[in-house]
């Protein structure tokens, strides 16, 4: 037999901490978005489809982020991506996270 004790506290301590992001996001007034390297959303706050005007069940999950970006700010946005995600002298960054809030929230 194997113990897998430690595989288990691993586990249960990766769901509360799961559960914590899930509850200080949700908590959050604006929308928050992460997005992998490909610039596809892994995550999308809750909140996001009544800001940015979605019906409540509209899934963000694998879409485009530069999808939703006016044509005439898509290069700029592109342009700071790249240089978000290029290779640093730590390491190269694997997820962005954004943070949208409506004017006045901060």
């Given amino acids: 037999y194997r113990d897998i004790t430690d595989i288990k506290w691993k586990e249960r301590a990766l769901i509360e901490s799961e559960k914590k992001f899930r509850g200080f996001v949700e908590a959050l007034p604006g929308a928050i978005s992460i997005i992998n390297t490909q610039g596809r ?7 996001s ?4 005007g979605y019906p409540e069940d509209y ?7 530069i999808d939703f ?17 290029q290779k640093t002298k730590f ?5 962005c996270i ?5 004017p006045g929230e901060i």
Wanted: hydrophobic share 40%; charged share 25%.
């Fill in 91 to 95: 390491e190269k960054m694997q997820n």
């Fill in 41 to 47: 959303h892994e995550y999308v706050s809750p909140q």
């Fill in 49 to 52: 489809n009544e800001i940015f």
């Fill in 69 to 85: 970006f006016p044509s005439s700010v898509r290069k700029e946005f592109v342009d700071i991506i790249k240089k978000k995600t």
């Fill in 98 to 102: 954004f943070l949208f809030v409506s």
């Fill in 59 to 65: 899934n963000f999950i694998g879409t485009n982020v």
